[in-house]
Protein backbone atom coordinates (compact mmCIF):
# COMPACT_ATOMS: atom_id res chain seq x y z
CA UNK A 1 0.00 0.00 0.00
CA UNK A 2 1.20 3.40 -0.77
CA UNK A 3 2.22 6.21 2.11
CA UNK A 4 0.51 8.66 0.10
CA UNK A 5 -2.86 7.49 0.99
CA UNK A 6 -4.28 7.19 4.42
CA UNK A 7 -3.86 3.38 5.73
CA UNK A 8 -6.66 1.51 7.25
CA UNK A 9 -5.20 0.70 10.16
CA UNK A 10 -1.56 0.78 12.07
CA UNK A 11 -0.81 -3.30 10.32
CA UNK A 12 -0.61 -1.66 6.83
CA UNK A 13 2.15 0.44 8.48
CA UNK A 14 4.40 -2.37 8.53
CA UNK A 15 6.67 -2.52 6.63
CA UNK A 16 8.91 -0.02 3.80
CA UNK A 17 11.35 0.96 6.01
CA UNK A 18 14.43 2.89 5.16
CA UNK A 19 17.69 1.51 4.28
CA UNK A 20 19.79 4.35 5.23
CA UNK A 21 23.75 4.14 4.16
CA UNK A 22 26.11 4.60 7.36
CA UNK A 23 29.14 6.33 5.57
CA UNK A 24 30.28 8.24 8.35
CA UNK A 25 30.95 4.51 10.56
CA UNK A 26 32.73 3.65 7.16
CA UNK A 27 34.84 6.68 6.67
CA UNK A 28 37.92 5.17 6.64
CA UNK A 29 36.65 1.46 5.17
CA UNK A 30 36.54 0.61 1.53
CA UNK A 31 32.89 -0.44 0.72
CA UNK A 32 29.43 0.86 2.76
CA UNK A 33 27.15 -0.87 4.74
CA UNK A 34 23.11 -0.26 4.36
CA UNK A 35 21.02 -0.05 7.27
CA UNK A 36 17.02 -1.25 7.20
CA UNK A 37 15.49 0.82 10.17
CA UNK A 38 13.25 -1.79 11.63
CA UNK A 39 12.54 0.71 14.32
CA UNK A 40 10.21 2.64 11.71
CA UNK A 41 7.68 -0.04 12.62
CA UNK A 42 4.80 0.73 14.32
CA UNK A 43 6.22 -1.18 17.31
CA UNK A 44 9.63 -0.04 16.82
CA UNK A 45 10.88 -3.62 15.50
CA UNK A 46 11.34 -5.85 12.83
CA UNK A 47 8.85 -8.46 14.30
CA UNK A 48 6.06 -6.17 13.42
CA UNK A 49 6.59 -7.67 10.12
CA UNK A 50 6.47 -11.80 11.46
CA UNK A 51 3.72 -10.68 13.86
CA UNK A 52 1.15 -9.73 11.63
CA UNK A 53 2.40 -12.90 8.87
CA UNK A 54 2.11 -15.25 11.28
CA UNK A 55 -1.60 -13.78 12.55
CA UNK A 56 -2.88 -13.50 8.70
CA UNK A 57 -1.57 -16.84 8.24
CA UNK A 58 -3.48 -18.57 10.89
CA UNK A 59 -6.64 -16.50 10.07
CA UNK A 60 -6.30 -18.02 6.40
CA UNK A 61 -5.88 -21.43 7.80
CA UNK A 62 -8.84 -21.71 10.05
CA UNK A 63 -6.54 -22.30 12.84
CA UNK A 64 -7.58 -18.69 14.36
CA UNK A 65 -10.78 -18.21 15.48
CA UNK A 66 -12.91 -14.82 16.16
CA UNK A 67 -11.80 -13.61 19.55
CA UNK A 68 -9.41 -16.20 20.51
CA UNK A 69 -6.57 -15.76 22.44
CA UNK A 70 -3.28 -15.89 21.15
CA UNK A 71 -0.10 -16.88 23.34
CA UNK A 72 3.44 -16.25 22.86
CA UNK A 73 6.77 -16.28 24.53
CA UNK A 74 9.04 -12.72 23.95
CA UNK A 75 11.68 -10.79 24.64
CA UNK A 76 9.38 -8.27 23.84
CA UNK A 77 9.86 -7.16 20.05
CA UNK A 78 7.54 -10.13 18.96
CA UNK A 79 5.29 -9.11 21.70
CA UNK A 80 5.01 -5.83 20.75
CA UNK A 81 4.14 -6.82 17.07
CA UNK A 82 1.39 -8.92 18.12
CA UNK A 83 -0.20 -6.72 20.20
CA UNK A 84 -0.90 -4.69 17.81
CA UNK A 85 -2.23 -6.95 15.48
CA UNK A 86 -4.24 -8.68 18.14
CA UNK A 87 -5.19 -5.37 19.02
CA UNK A 88 -6.67 -4.25 15.61
CA UNK A 89 -8.13 -7.40 15.04
CA UNK A 90 -9.98 -8.38 18.49
CA UNK A 91 -7.89 -11.11 19.86
CA UNK A 92 -6.73 -11.15 23.32
CA UNK A 93 -2.97 -11.33 23.28
CA UNK A 94 -1.41 -12.79 26.47
CA UNK A 95 2.94 -11.89 26.30
CA UNK A 96 4.91 -14.32 28.52
CA UNK A 97 8.70 -12.72 28.85
CA UNK A 98 11.52 -12.93 31.13
CA UNK A 99 12.50 -10.75 33.62
CA UNK A 100 15.73 -10.40 32.46
CA UNK A 101 14.40 -8.48 29.49
CA UNK A 102 13.87 -4.75 29.63
CA UNK A 103 10.87 -3.42 31.83
CA UNK A 104 10.16 -0.69 28.95
CA UNK A 105 9.12 -3.72 26.81
CA UNK A 106 6.26 -5.04 29.04
CA UNK A 107 5.26 -1.36 29.74
CA UNK A 108 4.80 -1.02 26.09
CA UNK A 109 2.83 -4.10 25.46
CA UNK A 110 0.81 -3.51 28.55
CA UNK A 111 -0.33 -0.17 26.58
CA UNK A 112 -1.09 -1.76 23.87
CA UNK A 113 -3.54 -3.80 25.08
CA UNK A 114 -1.56 -6.71 26.30
CA UNK A 115 -1.92 -9.12 29.17
CA UNK A 116 2.09 -9.80 30.72
CA UNK A 117 3.41 -12.61 32.24
CA UNK A 118 6.45 -12.40 33.59
CA UNK A 119 8.36 -15.36 34.90
CA UNK A 120 11.47 -15.25 37.22
CA UNK A 121 14.96 -16.13 35.85
CA UNK A 122 16.67 -19.11 36.93
CA UNK A 123 18.59 -18.42 40.34
CA UNK A 124 22.06 -18.46 38.54
CA UNK A 125 21.17 -16.05 35.88
CA UNK A 126 22.13 -12.79 35.28
CA UNK A 127 19.68 -9.81 35.74
CA UNK A 128 19.27 -8.10 32.68
CA UNK A 129 20.29 -11.04 30.63
CA UNK A 130 18.52 -13.59 29.19
CA UNK A 131 19.72 -17.12 29.05
CA UNK A 132 18.97 -20.30 27.15
CA UNK A 133 17.54 -21.74 31.18
CA UNK A 134 15.39 -18.69 31.41
CA UNK A 135 14.46 -18.99 27.56
CA UNK A 136 12.84 -23.02 28.67
CA UNK A 137 11.45 -21.32 31.81
CA UNK A 138 9.49 -18.83 29.29
CA UNK A 139 8.65 -21.68 27.08
CA UNK A 140 6.99 -24.02 29.63
CA UNK A 141 4.97 -21.35 30.89
CA UNK A 142 3.50 -20.07 27.70
CA UNK A 143 2.89 -24.09 27.15
CA UNK A 144 0.88 -24.33 30.17
CA UNK A 145 -1.17 -20.72 29.18
CA UNK A 146 -2.20 -22.10 25.88
CA UNK A 147 -3.35 -25.10 27.01
CA UNK A 148 -5.14 -24.00 29.88
CA UNK A 149 -6.64 -21.29 27.79
CA UNK A 150 -6.82 -22.94 24.69
CA UNK A 151 -5.79 -20.59 22.88
CA UNK A 152 -3.69 -20.01 19.18
CA UNK A 153 0.21 -20.20 20.03
CA UNK A 154 1.99 -17.82 17.72
CA UNK A 155 5.37 -20.03 17.44
CA UNK A 156 7.93 -17.31 16.32
CA UNK A 157 10.40 -20.16 16.37
CA UNK A 158 8.39 -22.47 14.25
CA UNK A 159 5.77 -20.76 12.83
CA UNK A 160 6.90 -20.30 8.80
CA UNK A 161 5.05 -16.87 9.06
CA UNK A 162 7.97 -16.05 10.45
CA UNK A 163 10.81 -16.23 7.57
CA UNK A 164 7.71 -15.50 5.22
CA UNK A 165 7.55 -11.87 6.18
CA UNK A 166 11.00 -11.31 5.57
CA UNK A 167 11.23 -13.13 2.29
CA UNK A 168 8.22 -11.76 0.91
CA UNK A 169 8.95 -8.12 2.07
CA UNK A 170 12.38 -7.49 3.98
CA UNK A 171 14.66 -8.78 1.40
CA UNK A 172 12.83 -7.71 -1.68
CA UNK A 173 12.67 -4.13 -0.19
CA UNK A 174 16.58 -4.17 0.72
CA UNK A 175 17.21 -5.23 -3.13
CA UNK A 176 15.01 -2.62 -4.15
CA UNK A 177 16.47 -0.22 -2.36
CA UNK A 178 20.08 -0.83 -2.93
CA UNK A 179 19.32 -1.08 -6.31
CA UNK A 180 20.61 -4.41 -6.21
CA UNK A 181 24.20 -3.07 -4.88
CA UNK A 182 24.28 -5.26 -2.00
CA UNK A 183 27.30 -7.68 -2.43
CA UNK A 184 26.56 -9.31 1.77
CA UNK A 185 24.28 -9.33 4.36
CA UNK A 186 24.60 -10.49 8.26
CA UNK A 187 22.26 -10.72 10.72
CA UNK A 188 22.15 -10.96 14.66
CA UNK A 189 19.93 -14.45 15.32
CA UNK A 190 17.39 -14.96 17.68
CA UNK A 191 14.83 -17.38 15.67
CA UNK A 192 16.59 -17.12 12.64
CA UNK A 193 13.15 -15.94 10.90
CA UNK A 194 15.13 -12.63 9.77
CA UNK A 195 18.05 -14.30 8.67
CA UNK A 196 16.35 -17.00 7.02
CA UNK A 197 13.93 -15.30 4.81
CA UNK A 198 16.17 -12.41 3.79
CA UNK A 199 19.15 -14.94 2.57
CA UNK A 200 16.75 -17.19 1.01
CA UNK A 201 15.70 -13.90 -1.21
CA UNK A 202 18.92 -12.44 -1.70
CA UNK A 203 20.62 -15.61 -3.06
CA UNK A 204 17.93 -16.04 -4.97
CA UNK A 205 18.62 -12.70 -6.64
CA UNK A 206 22.60 -13.42 -6.90
CA UNK A 207 23.79 -16.84 -5.22
CA UNK A 208 26.99 -15.18 -4.69
CA UNK A 209 25.75 -12.68 -1.92
CA UNK A 210 27.46 -13.64 1.03
CA UNK A 211 25.62 -14.23 4.25
CA UNK A 212 26.47 -14.78 7.81
CA UNK A 213 25.59 -14.89 11.31
CA UNK A 214 25.81 -13.25 14.18
CA UNK A 215 26.83 -14.61 17.39
CA UNK A 216 27.00 -13.56 20.95
CA UNK A 217 31.21 -13.99 22.08
CA UNK A 218 31.16 -17.04 24.49
CA UNK A 219 27.65 -18.30 22.97
CA UNK A 220 28.48 -19.12 19.47
CA UNK A 221 26.42 -22.76 19.28
CA UNK A 222 25.25 -22.29 15.80
CA UNK A 223 29.20 -21.81 14.91
CA UNK A 224 30.78 -24.20 17.40
CA UNK A 225 28.28 -26.38 18.99
CA UNK A 226 29.03 -25.42 22.36
CA UNK A 227 28.21 -22.59 24.45
CA UNK A 228 30.98 -21.38 27.15
CA UNK A 229 29.42 -18.19 28.54
CA UNK A 230 25.51 -18.33 27.66
CA UNK A 231 24.85 -15.22 29.54
CA UNK A 232 25.26 -11.86 27.23
CA UNK A 233 23.63 -8.54 27.20
CA UNK A 234 22.29 -8.35 23.56
CA UNK A 235 18.45 -9.23 23.89
CA UNK A 236 16.01 -10.88 21.70
CA UNK A 237 18.75 -13.72 20.30
CA UNK A 238 22.08 -15.85 21.01
CA UNK A 239 20.22 -18.18 23.89
CA UNK A 240 22.51 -20.90 23.01
CA UNK A 241 20.09 -22.81 20.90
CA UNK A 242 21.45 -25.27 19.05
CA UNK A 243 18.11 -26.11 17.00
CA UNK A 244 16.94 -23.39 14.89
CA UNK A 245 14.29 -24.60 12.60
CA UNK A 246 14.29 -21.67 10.13
CA UNK A 247 17.72 -22.39 9.08
CA UNK A 248 17.90 -26.27 7.87
CA UNK A 249 18.43 -26.03 4.44
CA UNK A 250 19.24 -22.06 4.41
CA UNK A 251 22.65 -21.21 3.10
CA UNK A 252 25.50 -19.68 5.62
CA UNK A 253 28.51 -18.30 4.26
CA UNK A 254 30.39 -17.93 7.76
CA UNK A 255 29.86 -16.74 11.27
CA UNK A 256 30.69 -13.68 13.08
CA UNK A 257 30.34 -13.25 16.92
CA UNK A 258 30.50 -10.60 19.08
CA UNK A 259 31.00 -9.44 22.46
CA UNK A 260 28.51 -7.79 24.36
CA UNK A 261 30.89 -4.68 25.19
CA UNK A 262 31.57 -4.24 21.05
CA UNK A 263 27.67 -4.47 20.52
CA UNK A 264 27.01 -1.66 22.93
CA UNK A 265 29.90 0.56 22.43
CA UNK A 266 28.90 0.23 18.54
CA UNK A 267 25.67 1.23 19.37
CA UNK A 268 26.44 4.17 20.79
CA UNK A 269 28.32 4.81 18.39
CA UNK A 270 25.60 4.95 15.64
CA UNK A 271 23.49 6.97 17.76
CA UNK A 272 26.60 9.34 18.12
CA UNK A 273 27.71 9.51 14.64
CA UNK A 274 24.96 8.53 12.44
CA UNK A 275 21.75 9.52 14.58
CA UNK A 276 20.17 6.12 14.76
CA UNK A 277 19.16 4.99 18.12
CA UNK A 278 19.30 1.53 18.26
CA UNK A 279 19.14 -1.58 20.73
CA UNK A 280 22.07 -3.76 21.58
CA UNK A 281 21.57 -6.49 18.19
CA UNK A 282 21.76 -3.62 15.74
CA UNK A 283 25.30 -2.71 17.55
CA UNK A 284 26.19 -6.22 17.31
CA UNK A 285 25.06 -6.14 13.48
CA UNK A 286 26.94 -2.45 12.90
CA UNK A 287 30.16 -4.31 14.69
CA UNK A 288 29.65 -7.46 12.11
CA UNK A 289 28.83 -5.74 8.87
CA UNK A 290 32.36 -3.32 10.02
CA UNK A 291 34.57 -6.62 10.52
CA UNK A 292 33.26 -7.96 7.18
CA UNK A 293 34.62 -4.87 5.64
CA UNK A 294 38.00 -5.39 6.95
CA UNK A 295 37.92 -8.80 5.38
CA UNK A 296 35.50 -10.65 2.61
CA UNK A 297 33.04 -7.90 1.95
CA UNK A 298 36.19 -5.12 1.35
CA UNK A 299 35.05 -2.82 -1.27
CA UNK A 300 31.54 -4.59 -0.72
CA UNK A 301 27.91 -3.20 0.52
CA UNK A 302 26.45 -5.10 3.71
CA UNK A 303 23.38 -5.22 4.72
CA UNK A 304 22.27 -5.53 7.99
CA UNK A 305 19.17 -4.53 10.59
CA UNK A 306 18.97 -2.03 12.94
CA UNK A 307 16.43 -4.29 14.38
CA UNK A 308 14.65 -2.39 17.15
CA UNK A 309 14.96 1.06 19.09
CA UNK A 310 17.22 2.13 21.41
CA UNK A 311 14.18 3.70 23.58
CA UNK A 312 13.76 0.28 24.54
CA UNK A 313 16.77 -0.15 26.74
CA UNK A 314 16.22 3.09 28.41
CA UNK A 315 16.77 1.16 31.66
CA UNK A 316 19.65 -1.23 30.69
CA UNK A 317 23.26 -0.11 30.85
CA UNK A 318 22.96 0.68 27.28
CA UNK A 319 22.21 3.89 27.73
CA UNK A 320 21.93 4.73 31.58
CA UNK A 321 25.96 4.57 31.94
CA UNK A 322 26.78 6.73 28.75
CA UNK A 323 29.17 8.93 29.27
CA UNK A 324 31.19 11.01 26.45
Partial sequence: MSRDEILASAIDAIGDTPLVALDRLT?????????KLEF?????????????????????????????????????????????????KGYPFVAVMSRGNSIERARMMQALGAEVVLVEQTPDSTPG???????????????????????????????????????????????????????????????????????????EQDSGIGCYIVEPAGAEILATGSAARPDHPIQGGGYAMDELAFLEDVPIDGYLSVSGDRARATARLLARREGIFGGFSAGANVAAALELLEGPARGGTVAILVCDSGLKYLSTDLWEKFTE
Fill in 27 to 35: ADHEGRIVA
Fill in 40 to 88: ANPGFSKKDRAARCIIEQAEEQGLLKPGQTVVELTSGNMGTGLAIVCAI
Fill in 129 to 203: QVSGADLQKVEAMATRITQQRQAFRADQFSHAGNPLAHYRHTGPEIWRQSAGQVTHFCDFVGSGGSYAGITRYLK
